[in-house]
């Protein structure tokens, strides 16, 4: 079993909708939760980054992290074709023994249509 | 500031054959990874540096050597390509240890 799950999609919403994401993860050491965004054939970029349990906005960005189910998501408001890559979950400890490491969830393509 | 470059962009190799995959950042960043990025699979660990002359192997390092001479650099060697070895290769660098880290734009390889 994954450490961490997310299920890959498509994921087809049109313009405007709200984009949803989320991943799962079995591991309760993990404290660093991250959104990255891939475009096709680009590395991925950081998205959002959260210590521990709550809520980040940024823009059109929501992330929630909920440690007593094991849950992270992502909201994308008022979506644009621009948004259309696939977004990735990592996460980490933070622990002296998993410095420089993440897990990553398998990522979620998102196509957003006109 | 170029952030993470890798070189090269694509490559083609035959079963057997080595070569290095080169990873540079400008960011005075103590820790470097690898990762492997294959279909349905995410990002998988190879190898990370925690500092020039630390590494240590990650999830999938079978295969792979690392070195980290300097802080700037950290090369990923495949000692004998094997078609399993088939991917896009990803650097990645942070400054933390606990969590942001920054790609470069990957290295895709085929093994014939």
């Given at each position: 079993?994954?450490?961490?799950e997310?299920?890959?999609?498509?994921l087809?919403?049109?313009?405007?909708?709200?984009?949803?994401?989320n991943?799962?993860?079995?591991?309760?050491a993990f404290?660093?939760?991250?959104?990255?965004?891939?475009?096709?054939?680009?590395?991925?970029?950081?998205?959002?980054?959260?210590y521990?349990?709550?809520?980040?906005?940024?823009?059109?960005?929501?992330?929630?992290?909920?440690?007593?189910?094991?849950?992270?998501?992502?909201?994308?408001?008022?979506?644009?074709?621009?948004d259309?890559?696939?977004?990735?979950?990592?996460?980490s400890?933070?622990?002296?023994?998993?410095?420089?490491?993440?897990?990553?969830?398998a990522g979620?393509?998102?196509?957003?249509?006109? | 500031?170029a952030?993470?470059?890798q070189?090269p962009?694509?490559?083609?190799?035959?079963?057997?054959?080595?070569?290095?995959?080169?990873?540079?950042?400008?960011?005075?960043?103590?820790?470097?990874?690898?990762?492997?990025?294959?279909?349905?699979?995410g990002?998988?660990?190879?190898?990370y540096?925690?500092?020039?002359?630390?590494?240590?192997?990650?999830?999938?390092?079978?295969?792979?050597?690392v070195?980290?001479?300097?802080?700037?650099?950290?090369?990923?060697?495949?000692?004998?390509?094997?078609?399993?070895q088939?991917?896009?290769?990803f650097?990645?660098?942070?400054?933390?240890?606990?969590?942001?880290?920054?790609?470069?734009?990957?290295?895709?390889?085929?093994?014939l």
């Amino acid at each position: 079993q994954k450490e961490v799950e997310q299920d890959p999609g498509p994921l087809s919403v049109p313009e405007g909708a709200i984009v949803s994401l989320n991943c799962t993860y079995s591991n309760s050491a993990f404290q660093y939760f991250m959104w990255y965004r891939q475009y096709s054939r680009k590395g991925p970029e950081l998205l959002m980054y959260t210590y521990s349990s709550g809520n980040k906005e940024d823009g059109r960005f929501t992330a929630q992290v909920d440690k007593s189910s094991k849950y992270i998501s992502l909201f994308i408001r008022d979506s644009q074709p621009s948004d259309s890559a696939t977004y990735l979950c990592a996460m980490s400890a933070g622990t002296t023994d998993s410095w420089g490491k993440l897990q990553f969830g398998a990522g979620t393509q998102v196509v957003v249509t006109p | 500031n170029a952030g993470v470059t890798q070189t090269p962009k694509f490559q083609v190799l035959k079963t057997g054959q080595s070569m290095t995959l080169q990873c540079a950042q400008d960011m005075n960043h103590e820790y470097m990874s690898w990762y492997r990025q294959d279909p349905g699979m995410g990002l998988r660990l190879i190898h990370y540096s925690v500092g020039a002359g630390i590494t240590d192997q990650g999830e999938v390092p079978n295969g792979y050597n690392v070195s980290r001479s300097t802080t700037e650099d950290f090369p990923l060697r495949l000692l004998s390509a094997a078609p399993s070895q088939t991917s896009v290769y990803f650097c990645a660098s942070s400054y933390s240890g606990k969590g942001t880290q920054y790609f470069g734009p990957g290295t895709r390889l085929l093994v014939l």
